[in-house]
């Protein structure tokens, strides 16, 4: 009975109980189906005492879901099941016995993240220490892990192993233990005792690991020590989605396995349940070109479908504009906007996007992050802006006089506060009527001078350049280096997502009229409404995510974006295993799609306010061109047929940019513009018109024979 809907490849892996077995599952072809059926398989079948199994995954929705779909195979109270993350396991472990490891004491207890940094910066306030708190907290978790920690000095080295000395006395003094420290003080308890190894080596006649290809170098030595006794040892993962080494992930650990465990038993499932045999053949093309791997070939479930298509746009807002086409089109047919996911390699690409979906008031969701204009650094330096533009602007103010530090505590700016209230003007205008003195107040004067220089400057520079100017006149990335130390991943990130606003800046300075000042505000008023409209309360949104936030997950049309090089794969590719992990990463973007795939790319993109011309992906290039079809514009004035891309490259190069009609605009037209939508022109002086737009944008003066206005 239970395994009446299993394939025969999943049979067997449930059927193989005994000794070390290895499950390679490809993409959707039912893992956890297949573990879960196994539980069942060994409790129902066999006659085990549930809890002699243990099932470790790496979350706890993970683990709940299991839990539930056993409770639905058979009649048990899953509850107490040894099924969790491991963490969750290794705290039961050391609940009952950590007291054997002293000075640690039962009734210990766990500190997170933010427990964390408050404790280092503590340890730190009294010290001539120059390194950075989260910085240190990495290096540390990296260190614990076994991963490779490098220092730019000695000195640094130095401070780091004081401070992770002093953090861990300090743990261990108040009896704390943090999320690395679960798993490292498991061990260390299970090679101290060997009474307490064997309690559980005895209690444990079958250990099973999801998402094996995940696995870093503790947690296999964790699970390596379990189960050396019985040898029973089920896993299951794919590395085709090997895909977090910067988390520590070792996809080493499944050839380790198979040389621990010589006669490993190796079961492939190669039948995917989710995809087209049209995309999965996309998926196959893709991943050949990884040699360090092991060999299968996804095939579908008897589901055919379209062919994946590839579009290759003139420009990043043709692009955008496509992939909002073709939601419209697909929605008008009656699919819901949950069918639909744009997936992205970086996240400063999510802009572009979240503005046209927001123009088309179609509903959407970041998964598993912030909109772009919700970033912190995007928020912070809009507030800059903001002062330049608005001295009046106390909040933004307040949000911004810190970063990075400028010695202006709280108690100062209450003094401000004070004094503004005295003089009847805004902090920042009360500045000079302010009479205390120290650094802090020195700054403030600093701070204020540096931004009135600014202001008076402002009509002699490019809108674009402001970021810039920004971020070397107010040090900006002084402060992302304060919160987040040397962490060049989360800093490149961040400071992508802010020279991404030199693209909104040099979209937008162009629609507006008036001085910089007056465009700034404007630019400004109409950033706070798209911001209003991010929001959407409705589970019915078209999802934009990271290819990493994405993986797990699958939608019935997915729109893999951006597919140029120096985007995906990044810039950052130093090694033939980077780029291997890369392919990875697109091999899980393409089988996120269960029946259309679109591949888009653009041959310009405005990337950080200049204009790019991005070569396409390697790994579209790596494709094979028979397994999609590229899609050709009626109005590019060739045949609309598929045609090879380097054909149409070479066709499309001879061709402007964009076509576009020839404006001829008067008085009581109707207009069409690409960021407010449609309006009347109310007026119009020499070439400039005077729009009324919907209520959301108001009325607008633009340049009339501006490319994007087009009447209609």
Same mark, same amino acid.
């Given at each position: ?15 193989? !109980? ?45 683990? =709940? ?8 195979? @058979?009649?048990?109270?899953?509850? #107490? ?11 039961? &472990?050391?609940?009952?016995? @950590? ?46 892990? *076994? ?13 780091? #192993? ?21 798993? %490292? ?14 309690? #559980? ?42 895909? #977090? ?35 999965? *053949? ?79 008031? %179609?509903?959407?969701? %970041? ?130 997502? @802010?020279?991404?606003?030199?693209? &909104? ?31 959407? =309360? ?18 019935? !049309? ?29 091999? &899980? ?42 899609? &050709?514009?009626? !109005? ?5 047929? !598929? ?68 009447? @209609?």
């Amino acid at each position: 009975m239970l395994l009446d809907n299993l394939n025969e490849a999943q049979a067997l892996a449930v059927k193989t !109980t005994e000794g070390p077995v290895m499950v390679m599952a490809g993409a959707g072809s039912g893992k956890t189906k297949v573990l879960t059926t196994r539980i069942a398989y060994i409790i129902e079948e066999l006659g085990v005492n549930p809890y002699s199994i243990l099932a470790v995954t790496f979350t706890n929705k993970a683990a =709940k879901e299991m839990k539930d779909r056993i409770g639905n195979l @058979i009649n048990i109270d899953t509850k #107490y099941l040894w099924i969790s993350t491991f963490h969750s396991f290794c705290v039961r &472990v050391l609940r009952n016995d @950590i007291d054997k490891l002293p000075p640690y004491k039962k009734g210990f207890n766990i500190i997170d993240d933010d427990d964390q940094l408050k404790i280092v910066k503590d340890l730190m306030a009294n010290t001539e220490y120059e390194s950075k708190p989260r910085e240190i907290l990495k290096n540390i978790s990296k260190a614990k892990n *076994n991963m490779t920690v490098t220092f730019k000095s000695k000195s640094k080295e130095s401070e780091f #192993y004081d401070i992770k000395d002093m953090y861990q006395n300090y743990l261990k003094r108040e009896n704390l233990l943090d999320f690395d420290d679960l798993i %490292i003080n498991t061990i260390k308890l299970f090679e101290a005792d060997s009474n307490i190894l064997a309690k #559980y080596q005895n209690q444990f006649n079958y250990v099973m690991v999801d998402e094996f290809q995940d696995t870093n170098s503790l947690q296999y030595k964790l699970i390596k020590m379990l189960v050396c006794v019985n040898r029973n040892l089920f896993v299951v993962g794919d590395d085709f989605q090997s895909i #977090y080494s910067f988390r520590g992930a070792k996809i080493e650990n499944i050839m380790k396995m198979r040389n621990d465990f010589k006669d490993t038993k190796l079961i492939l499932l190669e039948k995917n349940y989710r995809s087209t045999t049209e995309i999965l *053949n996309l998926a196959n093309s893709v991943i050949t070109n990884n040699p360090n791997q092991i060999k299968k070939v996804m095939t579908s479930n008897n589901k055919t479908g379209n062919l994946p298509t590839l579009y290759r746009a003139f420009s990043s807002y043709d692009e955008v504009s496509f992939v909002v086409d073709k939601i419209k089109e697909l929605h008008a047919k009656g699919d819901k906007y949950e069918d639909f996911a744009i997936l992205y390699r970086a996240n400063s690409i999510s802009r572009e996007f979240e503005d046209i979906l927001v123009r088309n008031k %179609i509903p959407y969701k %970041i998964y598993g992050g912030l909109s772009f204009f919700q970033r912190l650094e995007v928020k912070d330096i809009l507030s800059y802006i903001k002062v330049i533009v608005n001295s009046d602007d106390n909040f933004s103010f307040k949000r911004i006089i810190n970063k990075p530090k400028r010695k202006i505590g709280n108690a100062l700016l209450d003094k401000l506060e004070a004094c503004s209230r005295n003089v009847n003007k805004s902090l920042y205008d009360s500045i000079p009527f302010y009479e205390g003195g120290g650094e802090g107040a020195k700054n403030l004067a600093i701070f204020k001078t540096t931004t009135d220089s600014i202001k008076a400057q402002l009509d002699n520079v490019k809108l674009v350049d402001l970021v810039d100017i920004i971020l070397k006149e107010y040090n900006y990335k002084q402060y992302l280096k304060e919160e987040f130390g040397e962490d060049k991943e989360i800093i490149e990130e961040r400071m992508d997502n @802010i020279y991404e606003l030199k693209s &909104v800046l040099k979209e937008s300075e162009e629609f507006y009229e008036g001085d910089n000042i007056q465009k700034l505000t404007s630019i400004l008023e109409d950033l706070a409404l798209r911001i209003d409209n991010e929001e959407f =309360k409705d589970d019915d949104c078209v999802r934009l995510s990271t290819f990493h936030q994405a993986k797990g997950l699958e939608f019935k !049309t997915v729109f893999m974006v951006a597919m140029e090089d120096g985007i995906f794969p990044n810039s950052n590719i130093e090694s033939e295993f980077e780029l291997e992990e890369e392919r990875r990463i697109c091999y &899980v973007g393409v089988t996120r799609a269960k029946d259309n795939l679109f591949l888009t790319c653009a041959d310009s993109r405005m990337r950080y306010g200049q204009k790019a011309n991005n070569p396409m992906s390697c790994f579209i290039y790596e494709m094979d061109s028979n397994c999609y079809e590229e899609y &050709v514009k009626k !109005t590019h004035n060739v045949n609309n047929t !598929t045609l090879n891309f380097k054909q149409r490259h070479k066709e499309l190069t001879k061709k402007t940019e964009e076509i576009k009609p020839t404006n001829s605009i008067d008085k009581g037209d109707k207009i069409n513009h690409k960021l407010f939508g449609d309006g009347i022109v109310v007026s119009k002086v020499n070439d400039t018109i005077t729009v009324a737009f919907s209520k959301e944008y108001g009325i607008k003066k633009l340049k009339a024979d501006h490319p994007s206005i087009k009447k @209609i």
